[in-house]
């Protein structure tokens, strides 16, 4: 069975500046996807970032990008330049990869990320 | 193109009754995802509907039960009601297909259980 961990109930960063959301993971499949969501107040699960797990590279998408440590089973985001829109609930989420049929998305309990003026 | 929406938005039953929550796919996925969040959790997954079969369950009771219609939307329907049944219902669509893999979400159905 596949768990996601996030250790960070809460985090705040002032806005402008970088902070990082952690995220652990344990799966046995050897073909999956990596997720960040994010759930802001309006509660609508927003994608951020997708990762393949067969892929080295690390993902960008603008100010988001992730770390992705396969051997470590290690999955954090950064987000760059902090903007006051981007205080939301995230969420690091997997599921594996059946070729063609979808799986389910497991969840982690979610980081509170504030963003402070 | 249209995303995924979900009606109603809010909703509040009381014990033992039963309830239908509904959700229109996003234009061109063929499945549909029912997730339960907590307040404070992560969402959990019901179950999964592809080309209007199950395709995948979670840890639920039978009470959880579901449809998905010619048109790819889908409804979730819940018996027996109980307390802990109170939560947001998300449901999440995406296409099936050997490159695809990400599921996006409506806005959810804040159930509450008296």
């Known amino acids: 069975a596949q768990t996601v961990t996030q250790s960070q109930p809460e985090m705040s960063v002032q806005e402008a500046e970088t902070v990082t959301l952690s995220c652990t993971y344990d799966?046995?499949?050897?073909?999956?996807?990596l997720f960040w969501y994010k759930q802001p107040p309006s509660r609508q699960m927003i994608l951020v970032i997708r990762?393949?797990?067969?892929?080295?590279q690390n993902a960008t998408e603008n100010r988001f990008s992730v770390n992705f440590q396969k051997a470590a089973k290690s999955f954090s985001l950064k987000i760059s330049d902090s903007q006051l829109g981007d205080t939301a609930m995230y969420f690091c989420?997997?599921?594996?990869?059946?070729?063609?049929?979808?799986?389910?998305?497991?969840f982690g309990k979610g980081t509170k990320l504030s963003v402070k003026p | 193109e249209t995303g995924v929406t979900q009606s109603p938005t809010h909703l509040i039953k009381t014990r033992g009754q039963q309830v239908t929550l509904r959700c229109s796919s996003q234009?061109?996925?063929?499945?549909v995802s029912w997730y339960q969040q907590a307040l404070g959790q992560g969402p959990q997954f019901i179950f999964q509907?592809?080309?209007?079969?199950?395709?995948g369950r979670g840890n639920f009771p039978p009470r959880f039960s579901g449809l998905q219609f010619p048109n790819y939307s889908s409804e979730l329907n819940v018996n027996a009601l109980e307390l802990d049944d109170s939560a947001l219902y998300l449901c999440?669509?995406?296409?099936?297909?050997?490159?695809?893999?990400?599921?996006?979400f409506g806005p959810g159905t804040r159930l509450t259980v008296l």
């Open positions: 999440a669509s995406s296409l099936a297909t050997v490159d695809t893999d990400t599921q996006y």
């Open positions: 509907y592809y080309r209007e079969e199950e395709n």
């Open positions: 989420a997997s599921h594996p990869n059946y070729g063609g049929s979808q799986g389910n998305l497991i």
């Open positions: 990762q393949e797990a067969y892929k080295q």
């Open positions: 234009s061109g996925h063929n499945t």
């Open positions: 799966t046995s499949e050897n073909n999956y996807y």
